[in-house]
């Protein structure tokens, strides 16, 4: 399905919190709380680094329940919700 990554998991691993931090923040504003774009990169970072997520998994399984119930009360965009059930 994912032919080849632009980055692989040993350049990733050393940002993996950085950048999961920074994602979910995009998600908790006002104007982005379902921005596609963002979730995607949420998904395809998880997606490559899926055997090294052990350091991040507790921050990122936590926010990704926060954007389930927020979805859960009021789903919008359908493309975001695919990414999100991806990315679980």
């Known amino acids: 399905k994912y032919?080849?990554?632009?980055?692989n998991i040993t350049q990733l691993e050393p940002f993996l919190n950085?950048?999961?931090?920074?994602?979910f923040q995009i998600l908790q504003s006002s104007s982005q709380t379902e921005?596609?774009?963002?979730m995607k990169a949420v998904m395809r970072v998880i997606?490559?680094?899926?055997?090294?997520?052990?350091?991040?998994?507790?921050i990122v399984l936590e926010e990704l329940t926060l954007?389930?119930?927020r979805v859960?009360?009021?789903p919008q965009n359908p493309v975001f919700n695919h990414f999100l059930f991806?990315?679980?």
């Open 18 to 23: 950085p950048v999961f931090t920074n994602l």
């Open 47 to 58: 997606v490559t680094t899926k055997s090294k997520l052990t350091n991040v998994t507790g």
């Open 3 to 7: 032919a080849s990554f632009r980055y």
């Open 86 to 88: 991806e990315a679980l």
């Open 35 to 38: 921005n596609e774009y963002v």
């Open 72 to 74: 859960c009360a009021n």
């Open 67 to 69: 954007v389930l119930g």
